[in-house]
């Protein structure tokens, strides 16, 4: 199975602490790390630092 890790993904794994970040790490470390992936669109949003 694929995952598509959205914008609030990003800024979950960006902060590295808070109950999101444990629960997507939990859930990451269950998978290969070729079974997850950003979009473009959202990996240019947690760049800029704005909502689209």
Avoid: C, N
Avoid at 15 to 26: C, D, I, V
């Amino acid at each position: 199975m694929r995952y598509l890790l959205d914008t609030d993904h990003i800024s979950f794994l960006q902060r590295r602490s808070g109950k999101e970040f444990l629960t997507l790490a939990a859930h990451i470390a269950q998978h290969q790390a070729t079974d997850f992936a950003f979009s473009i669109v959202s990996f240019h949003l947690s760049l800029r630092g704005t909502p689209a």
